[in-house]
């Protein structure tokens, strides 16, 4: 969340309730809404509902948000769920047993979407940030474990990773662990196995691949770090897990790549997914899941007991009471959709994703770096300026003449010795469809020409664009 500063109390304060407004329903529409301080009294619900609701026009149409991975629609059913849903909290196992056992079963759903060989354990999180924080932080705790058992310092735990998303960067910070992140060079965009190679030491608690890099979509090859991983066990003795962060492919890859490289628990380095529910997994704003291979997994000493029932349910998360309205809509969509399901969908969004790639690689100056292959990515549709172009625009110009039509369509720099560099990304999701896709491609089209008729003034503050924070 971005921090937000209170104002110095300039402001004026009526320090009496006003009288009563002559017009109850018009009287905030006829005022500004409080801003900084707190009201003396209230108002009526409608105009204040109308007033509010009119403000939130100013954010923007969520769905001409492409730099968004989170799901923008939902079913008329799901909206009825959240409904009936809005008074239970997520940790009151004995109040909700109901919800307590819905959330059981999303958990064996996703151990047997992602090939758990046994008995599994797992949890629903906010998202894939507070997932990751917990796979974290087990990771941390065997690594430790296990340095204590040997008699070996514990005071420098380091993880290695690719150019991964800023929770990792907190989860780093906050649980003070050295960060040790490929940063992207020409022609390699993912973190590698030799990368890994070069990373890894005895303090390694995991080494964390991502199956979706935020930045450009790809997937990063799971299989070959864990070979490479393989390897160096069985030349060093020290064993290092994988967690793999699959934000957006732990919903994509089942469904979409089912015979690619296994990266899930078919391998038996991975220890932990974590995933977005949010994201591909189709929920509405606020779910992700985390998965432990087993339960020896998860360190018991990380795990807090609630009574459930007069029995006792386990639980690890950051947050205690949570809505459980996610929750119930993941069971809605894992039984509504299915395997296929999932995959008409995403298949969906990957052939537009496609199309869009196609269309932009029409244009000479655009090169593709992710054209939304199911294979090796997620789908979205990356790009950058092809070297030496010169078409009288940069992609931070096109993603602000692109805001004057409403598409949000990010421009930003990827990381190390591509940080120099901009690219451009549109994320497709369900409700971004040929249709609206096709409209996308010709503003674009109009906006590339209008730019060759009245090329851009440069800009040597355009240096940064979107920020994946
Ligand atoms: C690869 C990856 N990991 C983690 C996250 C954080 O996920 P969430 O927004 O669910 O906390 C994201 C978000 O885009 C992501 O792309």
Request: glycine share 8%.
């Amino acid at each position: 969340m971005p921090l937000h500063r209170s104002t110095p109390r300039t402001h004026k304060h009526p320090t009496t309730a006003p009288a009563a407004p002559a017009s109850p329903p018009e009287f905030l529409l006829n005022n500004e809404l409080p801003r900084d301080h707190f009201p003396a009294s209230g108002g009526q619900p409608h105009a204040i509902h109308q007033a509010i609701a009119e403000e939130l026009l100013l954010d923007g149409n969520s769905k001409q948000n492409l730099a968004t991975f989170c799901q923008t629609w939902e079913a008329p059913e799901v909206h009825q769920l959240m409904d009936l849903a809005i008074d239970k909290n997520l940790i009151d196992k004995d109040e909700y047993p109901q919800t307590a056992e819905i959330e059981s079963r999303c958990v064996r759903m996703l151990a047997d979407l992602w090939h758990a060989p046994g008995e599994a354990l797992g949890c629903s999180t906010v998202g894939s940030s507070e997932a990751a924080m917990l796979g974290g932080m087990a990771a941390k705790w065997r690594w430790r474990e296990r340095q204590r058992a040997a008699g070996k310092p514990t005071d420098r735990p380091n993880m290695v990773c690719g150019s991964v998303q800023i929770c990792w960067h907190k989860f780093a910070k906050y649980w003070d662990i050295e960060l040790r992140e490929v940063g992207m060079r020409p022609g390699s965009l993912c973190m590698a196995a030799a990368d890994v190679r070069e990373r890894v030491d005895e303090n390694t608690i995991f080494v964390v691949p991502t199956m979706g890099v935020t930045y450009h979509g790809l997937y990063e090859d799971v299989a070959g770090i864990a070979a490479a991983l393989d390897d160096y066990e069985a030349k060093t003795g020290i064993d290092i897990p994988i967690h793999v962060d699959a934000a957006s492919g732990g919903f994509l890859a089942p469904f979409t790549a089912p015979d690619g490289e296994p990266w899930d628990f078919r391998l038996p380095r991975v220890k932990s997914i974590n995933a977005s529910g949010h994201k591909f997994g189709l929920a509405p704003l606020g779910v992700g899941w985390v998965m432990w291979r087993t339960p020896a997994d998860l360190p018991d000493d990380l795990v807090f007991h609630v009574s459930y029932l007069g029995g006792d349910m386990p639980t690890f998360q950051i947050n205690f009471s949570r809505p459980a309205g996610q929750v119930i809509s993941q069971y809605y969509d894992f039984v509504r959709l299915g395997r296929e399901g999932y995959a008409a969908i995403h298949g969906q969004a990957h052939a537009v994703a496609q199309a869009c790639a196609a269309e932009l690689a029409s244009h000479d100056c655009f090169r593709i770096v992710h054209d939304g292959d199911p294979a090796k990515g997620i789908p979205a549709v990356v790009w950058t300026m092809v070297d030496g172009a010169s078409p009288g625009f940069t992609l931070y110009d096109l993603a602000d003449r692109l805001r004057m039509r409403g598409w949000q369509v990010p421009a930003y720099p990827f990381t190390g010795q591509l940080a120099g560099q901009a690219f451009q990304r549109i994320l497709v999701r369900r409700d971004f469809n040929l249709e609206m896709a096709d409209l996308l491609m010709r503003d674009l089209r109009t906006a590339v020409e209008h730019f060759a008729a009245h090329p851009a003034a440069p800009d040597a503050s355009q240096t940064h664009g979107y920020s994946h924070t």
